[in-house]
């Protein structure tokens, strides 16, 4: 399957890789997972590369690597048959296809363990496991500082996890522009949804939890928009969260969604993009 969506998808299933050879082209059925670590590793040095970068550090280019090869594949496997039952999740969750595409969303079906080596570990470390799930890659100008996985089983440990290694990013913080509104939430959906109801309006951008994206570099980048929707979820956390950031952005305001969150807002006919104006309105 070839996938022709520009930009970030472009970046994430490009025909090269900086140090590691090309992108392979990954069976969309079958044993995908296992053909596509016999041959990944045929393209993978197993000599030990330097440990990915500290916490809230840009991860080094032999990690990022890894996860755009990785993100490659999910990509794949996602619009295959073996995807169609997390495809038909994110339909569920109100995201449209060609919202789907932008954002380079993937499917892992199964999880696993990775030699460590292949993500920049030296190769004595632990494994690194790569759940099952939705995955999403968080692409910042062209680098990815991080990829999370929402694990849609009735069962789950988790509800969303990340491959060790990452940096603490912003999700979408490139799409924030200097003197031109912002808004901040919690979840990668609800960025998400608000940039596909209204993103012509406002830049959406995700810290992925309550205590995400507290770096001095993302604050500075929220701080140069016009104003900035601080819209984290509508509980006492989200609460706590969005007080954290109005201490520290003066054009920033509290801005909380009619229902849970923006993306819960949309599953249940709520008008995203009508909210969104009237608190681009309010401040």
């Known amino acids: 399957m070839e996938v022709s969506t520009p ?27 296992v053909e596509y670590q016999r041959r990944y590793r045929r393209f993978r040095p197993s000599y030990p590369r330097p440990v990915p970068s500290a916490h809230g550090e840009e991860p080094n280019p032999f990690w990022q690597d890894a996860a755009r090869i990785f993100c490659a594949y999910a990509m794949r496997l996602l619009w295959s048959p073996q995807g169609a039952p997390a495809l038909a999740y994110l339909r569920r ?10 954002a380079a969303l993937g499917y892992n079906p199964n999880a696993y363990y990775d030699a460590p080596e292949l993500w920049g570990f030296p190769r004595w470390d ?17 680098s990815i500082w991080c990829v999370r996985f929402r694990n849609c089983s009735d069962d789950a440990s988790f ?9 603490n990013a912003l999700y979408r913080a490139d799409s924030v522009q200097a ?16 940039e596909q109801e209204a993103g012509e309006l406002v830049a959406a951008v995700a810290n992925g939890s309550t205590n995400g994206g507290r770096r001095t570099r993302w604050i500075e980048t929220l701080a140069t928009a016009s104003q900035v929707l601080l819209s984290h979820d509508a ?17 920033a305001q509290r801005w909380r969604p009619c229902w849970k969150d923006a993306n819960t807002m949309l599953q249940e006919g709520g008008d995203v993009r009508s909210w969104i104006v009237a608190g681009l309105a309010k401040l």
């Open 179 to 194: 003197n031109a509104p912002a808004v901040l939430v919690e979840g990668e959906f609800d960025a998400l949804t608000i």
């Open 126 to 142: 632990r494994s690194v496991w790569i759940p099952a799930g939705i995955v999403i890659p968080w692409v910042v100008n062209n």
């Open 7 to 33: 930009g970030l998808v472009r970046f994430v299933a490009g025909e090269t890789v900086s140090a590691s050879g090309p992108i392979l082209s990954v069976p969309d059925t079958g044993a995908a997972a």
């Open 93 to 102: 969750r109100g995201l449209h296809d060609d919202t789907i595409r932008k």
């Open 159 to 167: 509800r969303y996890i990340q491959v060790r290694g990452g940096g």
């Open 235 to 251: 509980d006492q956390a989200g609460d706590r969260a969005a007080a954290w950031w109005f201490k520290r952005l003066p054009n």
